[in-house]
């Protein structure tokens, strides 16, 4: 999402992205790679839980989510991945943000 950060923002879409790390490593990984969108911690997955988002040892951990949420609050578009690889493309999430514009 950073390389397309810019189209996100053309569309009024606030990115924030949310994990399982606490807060000084979320500072330190988003300042080494110059991330231009909000990066939350979620230590206890308490957030994570409220969205129903997978979470698999085998699998590495905490599998991928990704929502796009209305200016209501109501869930347009959700995306559960299966695999630590297995997210949308900008693309995609591009063209439902265009949909519900």
């Known amino acids: 999402m950073r390389q397309d950060y810019s189209?996100?923002?053309?569309?009024?879409?606030?990115?924030?992205?949310?994990?399982?790390?606490g807060p000084r490593r979320f500072q330190?990984?988003?300042?080494?790679?110059?991330?231009?969108?909000i990066g939350l911690a979620d230590l206890r997955s308490r957030v994570a839980h409220q969205y129903e988002q997978e979470?698999?040892?085998f699998?590495?951990?905490?599998?991928?989510?990704?929502?796009v949420i209305d200016r209501n609050g109501v869930i347009r578009y959700a995306h559960y991945g299966d695999s630590m690889s297995d997210?949308?493309?900008?693309?995609?999430?591009?063209?439902?943000?265009d949909q519900i514009a």
Request: glycine share 8%; hydrophobic share 50%.
């Open 7 to 21: 189209e996100f923002e053309k569309r009024g879409a606030a990115v924030i992205a949310l994990g399982p790390d």
């Open 28 to 37: 330190e990984y988003w300042a080494a790679n110059g991330i231009p969108f």
């Open 55 to 57: 979470v698999n040892l």
């Open 59 to 67: 699998k590495m951990g905490r599998m991928p989510a990704l929502f």
């Open 87 to 97: 997210i949308p493309s900008n693309e995609e999430v591009l063209r439902v943000l």
